[in-house]
C-alpha cells in the first residue's frame, strides 16, 4: 500500500496524518501572511508529498479511514502521533473520524490540532465524547495573538484546549519554539496540556506579521 503517515523532522520525527493547504488556508492569516511552516517548507512541495496528501485527502472522505488508519498506526507501534502537521479536518464528521482513531489505539496519545472553533462547537454540540487519550486543540489562525478568554474558557468545559503563537519568547510555554532547531525532547506538552503558546521563528516571519 502507498504511504499514508508522514513524519515530523522539527517534532522529534513523531508520525502525523497530513492533508493538503487547501483543507485549512482559507481562514488562515498564516497561509495569507507566507509565515505557515507548511507552505514555507520546501521539501513539503515534492510530488510524493503533495500526491500523498491527496490521497490521505481521498481517505478521509470515504469510507474506510478509521479501519485504514488505525491499522497504520498500531503497525507502526508508536507512543505519540499528531493529527495534522499540515492541513486539518473539512467538516465534523471528519473530527469524529479522527477520534475515533484515537479511540481505537488507546495505548496512543494523541496532538489533535484544528483552526476552525465552527468545527469544534458542532462537535460540541454533537455530544461526541472525546477520548482521553486525544488532546483536541484550536490552533488560532492569527499568528501572534492570544486566544480570546471567553473561547478558552467555552472550550475548556469541554475538555478542548487551545494554541498560539508570539513573538516574545518569554510568552511562549512550547521550549522547543524558543531555541533554533529546538526539539521536543522529553517534552509532551502537546499532548495534554490544554493551552499552548509556540514563538514564531525568523527574522522575516516577524516582519510579515508586524508590517501587515
Ligand atoms: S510543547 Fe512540547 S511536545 Fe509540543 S512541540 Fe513544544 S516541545 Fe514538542
Known amino acids: 500500500m502507498k504511504p499514508i503517515l508522514s513524519q515530523v523532522s522539527k517534532l522529534d520525527n513523531v508520525k502525523s496524518f497530513d492533508l493538503p493547504l487547501s483543507t485549512c488556508f482559507d481562514k488562515c492569516k498564516y497561509y495569507d501572511l507566507s509565515v505557515c511552516y507548511a507552505k514555507n517548507n520546501p521539501r513539503l512541495r515534492y510530488k510524493a508529498k503533495i500526491l500523498k496528501n491527496l490521497r490521505n485527502l481521498k481517505l478521509i472522505r470515504g469510507l474506510k479511514f478509521v479501519k485504514v488508519v488505525t491499522n497504520e498506526i498500531l503497525r507502526d507501534n508508536c507512543r505519540k502521533f499528531r493529527f495534522f502537521s499540515s492541513g486539518q479536518i473539512e467538516n465534523k464528521d471528519q473530527l ?7 479511540k481505537n489505539c488507546h495505548m496512543v496519545k494523541f496532538a489533535i490540532m484544528v483552526n476552525s472553533d465552527i468545527i469544534l462547537s458542532q462537535l460540541i454540540q454533537s455530544g461526541y465524547k472525546i ?6 486543540l484550536l490552533s488560532n489562525y492569527e499568528p501572534n495573538s492570544k486566544t480570546p478568554e471567553f473561547m478558552k474558557n ?3 468545559k469541554y475538555d478542548i484546549g487551545v494554541t498560539q503563537t508570539t513573538l516574545k519568547s518569554k510568552l511562549a510555554t512550547c521550549q522547543a519554539s524558543t531555541v533554533k532547531n529546538g526539539h521536543c525532547g522529553n517534552c509532551e506538552k502537546c ?5 499552548i503558546s509556540f514563538k ?3 527574522r ?3 516582519n510579515r506579521i508586524l508590517n501587515q
Open 96 to 102: 469524529i473520524k479522527v477520534l475515533r482513531v484515537c
Open 131 to 136: 477520548p482521553k487519550n486525544a488532546n483536541l
Open 154 to 156: 467555552y472550550l475548556i
Open 191 to 195: 499532548y495534554y496540556e490544554k493551552d
Open 200 to 202: 514564531i521563528h525568523g
Open 204 to 206: 522575516y516571519n516577524k
